[in-house]
């Protein structure tokens, strides 16, 4: 990913290099307790899903700003089987 | 490769650790926030220490900031709260101070941090981009509606920077108290936040608090969205920004950009066609020949010995 900015081209120095693999490594850390955690908010997050579908089958979704539409219930959608609730993805569609 | 999904993080959960970095002097702390494992570009909170000083010079990256807390001397200008600048690769800074200290959030765009001392602008620098507002004063708050399907009303937003090619956008949003929003949305460019006051949610993260951030790549489901009591935070995407709204909280990345490139095909089917035939390994994208076209005034520089007369090649010529 990029801003598509303006970068000057210049020789990375060591000093830089190791700042940037010390921080890679802590980086790594950082994302696999990020994991840990959003897998121990799985059934809190169920109960989430659950009052959302509620929401929108009776007070509406947002289809756009303030325009809602409710959704009929039979219409709601099932989570496919074998499908793990999963909300971190490391690259987004790289890392699937 | 690229920064990895960072959702949810709260700086206030980690410590700072020195700035060891060559450039910056002592009294510069720092957490990560998130970091490009290829370019070093990062996000990083930063705490400047009371007496902290850092003489004139320009970064080889691009550099955005906003004063989180605190008082910068950032040249003859005294910069507080809300305070944001944008700094093009190799601008020249002039010399930065605090007094008391400043907490400070800054984003490398484009490379690792550096600083080159210097009174003077690399040669390659688009010194007419540098910017700088106090986005808490100056700027009146607008509708959160600047992209359609939008925002629920009372989420607002304050525009800070805006890159025309990209459509990358840096800006400030708030929530006010009692804020909801009833959907999933996914994007198709990276996001980013950081919480300078306040606490919203998500269904899929939970709470985000004063402190909290986010950097999530694109088409990863987030959402619906509340705040209890309200938050203020900095917010950018890395190049235009569309809300691809819908209520399956179990479909994945690679099915929302299926999607998105459906939505593409249903509206702009010639465009799309071209693009899937053209499907050669181009990374940066087609030519566009308005960035790329020959143009009269490019011919018009002279070295003082040569000149041209806004041909686009070179032959012999003679002069009375």
């Known amino acids: 990913m990029s801003f598509k900015n303006l970068f000057i081209k210049h020789e990375r120095s060591a000093e830089e290099e190791a700042w940037l693999q010390e921080e890679i490594a802590e980086q790594e850390d950082r994302f696999s307790q990020i994991e840990n955690t959003m897998e121990d908010l799985k059934p809190i997050r169920a109960q989430w899903y659950r009052e959302f579908f509620d929401r929108i089958s009776t007070t509406g979704f947002n289809v756009d700003g303030d325009e809602k539409m409710v959704i009929p219930r039979d219409q709601l959608p099932v989570q496919p089987d074998g499908n793990e609730d999963r909300v971190v993805w490391k690259h987004g569609v790289d890392g699937e | ?320």
Not at chain 2, 136 to 151: C, T
Not at chain 2, 243 to 272: C, E, G, I, K, M
Not at chain 2, 275 to 301: A, L, Y
Request: charged fraction near 20%; aromatic fraction near 12%.
């Open chain 2, 1 to 320: 490769m690229a920064r990895p999904h960072i959702e949810p993080f709260c700086d206030r959960d980690v410590s700072f650790k020195n700035m060891n970095l060559s450039g910056f002097g002592n009294g510069m702390r720092f957490k990560m926030l998130s970091l490009d494992t290829d370019s070093g570009a990062c996000s990083i909170t930063v705490q400047f220490e009371g007496g902290y000083k850092q003489n004139p010079g320009f970064s080889w990256s691009e550099m955005e900031m906003i004063v989180i807390d605190g008082e910068l001397q950032y040249g003859d200008h005294t910069i507080r709260k809300g305070h944001y600048l944008f700094v093009p690769a190799g601008y020249a800074m002039p010399a930065i101070s605090s007094e008391q200290g400043a907490l400070v959030l800054m984003m490398y765009n484009t490379g690792e941090p550096s600083h080159v001392e210097s009174d003077e602008h690399h040669a390659l620098a688009q010194v007419g981009l540098h910017h700088d507002i106090d986005s808490y004063m100056d700027i009146p708050w607008a509708m959160g509606n600047v992209v359609k399907p939008s925002v629920a009303a009372g989420c607002l937003i304050k525009l800070l920077n805006y890159n025309p090619i990209s459509h990358a956008m840096t800006f400030l949003y708030c929530m006010t108290p009692a804020f909801y929003q009833d959907n999933i949305s996914y994007h198709d460019c990276a996001e980013e936040s950081y919480h300078l006051w306040g606490t919203s949610w998500m269904m899929q993260f939970g709470d985000v608090p004063t402190g909290g951030y986010f950097w999530r790549p694109a088409y990863i489901n987030h959402g619906a969205f509340a705040s209890e009591l309200g938050c203020i935070a900095l917010g950018r995407v890395d190049s235009k920004l569309f809300n691809h709204f819908h209520y399956n909280p179990w479909s994945t990345p690679v099915q929302n950009q299926d999607r998105s490139a459906a939505r593409l095909y249903q509206r702009d089917p010639l465009l799309y066609k071209w693009m899937v035939s053209h499907s050669h390994n181009h990374p940066h994208g087609p030519e566009d020949f308005e960035q790329n076209v020959h143009r009269h005034d490019q011919d018009k520089v002279s070295d003082g010995k040569t000149h041209s007369h806004w041909h686009g090649h070179d032959h012999d010529h003679h002069h009375d």
